[in-house]
């Protein structure tokens, strides 16, 4: 089914939501509690829910003293792998109150690329929903090679939606929608909407992202296009706002799907 508004989110059957690495953790770590809560509130109601995580490699920062993402590949895996186990963690406690289980899924570019893989990760997927787990979906950094990573979570989080055939996927983000230029700028505008096909070349949308993150505006807009070609619409919004996107309010920018 392709959803027609954003009002529709309440009511489809399955949906995924990716945040970034700065909406969860650093000082905006315990902003995970209100996450869990919106994803737990849609899942009690019978919704699917998925969610792409970024934040193991900026969990795992700050325990080395270190104020940024490390520029070299063996850091970064290092990091990963330390900070990975800590992310989910706090995940599966949060998810504890509601009496949800979280299901780890680490997967890297080849994993999607390759028929049998990518079907054993859509299997995977599939059971744990079917087992009313929720999958808790993150690149597999500590493996991964600079060839060969999704370079950031927001088109990872479009590959997924569209592996699974969901019907929704919300992009989450320390800005509350889509602008015509960065939103710090005088006469920024907000878009509404974006309608299938729409060509958003005239704007600036080419921001970079936080300094523990790699996407910005325009690594999501790109995964929007890749999800509403394959029939998923794509809802961009603010963390804080997450608990109002799963509702089906006038939140965010909307992304029309290829009907």
Same mark, same amino acid.
């Given at each position: 089914?392709?959803?027609?508004?954003?009002?529709?989110?309440?009511?489809?059957?399955?949906?995924?939501?990716?945040?970034?690495?700065?909406?969860?953790?650093?000082?905006?770590?315990?902003?995970?509690?209100?996450?869990?809560?919106?994803?737990?509130?849609?899942?009690?109601?019978?919704?699917?829910?998925?969610?792409?995580?970024?934040?193991?490699?900026?969990?795992?920062?700050?325990?080395?003293?270190?104020?940024?993402?490390?520029?070299?590949?063996?850091?970064?895996?290092?990091?990963?792998?330390?900070?990975?186990?800590?992310?989910?963690?706090?995940?599966?406690?949060?998810?504890?109150?509601?009496? /949800?289980?979280?299901?780890?899924?680490?997967?890297?570019?080849?994993?999607?690329?390759?028929?049998?893989?990518?079907?054993?990760?859509?299997?995977?997927?599939?059971?744990?929903?079917?087992?009313?787990?929720?999958?808790?979906?993150?690149?597999?950094?500590?493996?991964?090679?600079?060839? /060969?990573?999704?370079?950031?979570?927001?088109?990872?989080?479009?590959?997924?939606?569209?592996?699974?055939?969901?019907?929704?996927?919300?992009?989450?983000?320390?800005?509350?929608?889509?602008?015509?230029?960065?939103?710090?700028?005088?006469?920024?505008?907000?878009?509404?909407?974006?309608?299938?096909?729409?060509?958003?070349?005239?704007?600036?949308?080419?921001?970079?992202?936080?300094?523990?993150?790699?996407?910005?505006?325009?690594?999501?807009?790109?995964?929007?296009?890749?999800?509403?070609?394959?029939?998923?619409?794509?809802?961009?919004?603010?963390?804080?706002?997450?608990?109002?996107?799963?509702?089906?309010?006038?939140?965010?920018?909307?992304?029309?799907?290829?009907?």
């Amino acid at each position: 089914m392709v959803l027609q508004n954003r009002s529709e989110i309440a009511t489809a059957n399955r949906v995924v939501v990716k945040v970034g690495s700065s909406s969860i953790s650093g000082k905006n770590a315990a902003k995970i509690a209100n996450l869990v809560a919106a994803l737990a509130t849609a899942h009690k109601s019978g919704q699917e829910v998925i969610l792409v995580t970024s934040g193991a490699i900026a969990t795992a920062i700050p325990l080395f003293g270190l104020e940024t993402r490390p520029d070299d590949l063996a850091t970064s895996q290092a990091l990963a792998s330390i900070g990975q186990g800590r992310l989910i963690a706090r995940y599966q406690e949060s998810l504890e109150r509601y009496d /949800i289980i979280a299901g780890q899924v680490l997967l890297t570019a080849q994993d999607l690329e390759g028929e049998e893989t990518s079907t054993n990760a859509k299997s995977a997927m599939q059971r744990l929903l079917e087992l009313r787990a929720i999958p808790i979906v993150n690149e597999n950094d500590t493996v991964a090679t600079a060839e /060969i990573r999704f370079g950031d979570n927001d088109r990872l989080a479009a590959l997924v939606a569209v592996l699974v055939e969901a019907d929704a996927l919300i992009l989450l983000s320390d800005v509350d929608a889509l602008y015509n230029k960065p939103p710090s700028e005088p006469g920024a505008v907000r878009l509404d909407e974006v309608r299938f096909g729409e060509d958003l070349s005239q704007f600036d949308i080419a921001g970079s992202g936080s300094s523990v993150g790699t996407g910005g505006a325009i690594t999501k807009v790109a995964a929007a296009e890749i999800a509403t070609a394959a029939g998923v619409s794509v809802l961009l919004t603010s963390a804080d706002l997450v608990a109002e996107a799963l509702s089906g309010a006038a939140v965010g920018t909307w992304f029309e799907a290829k009907g």
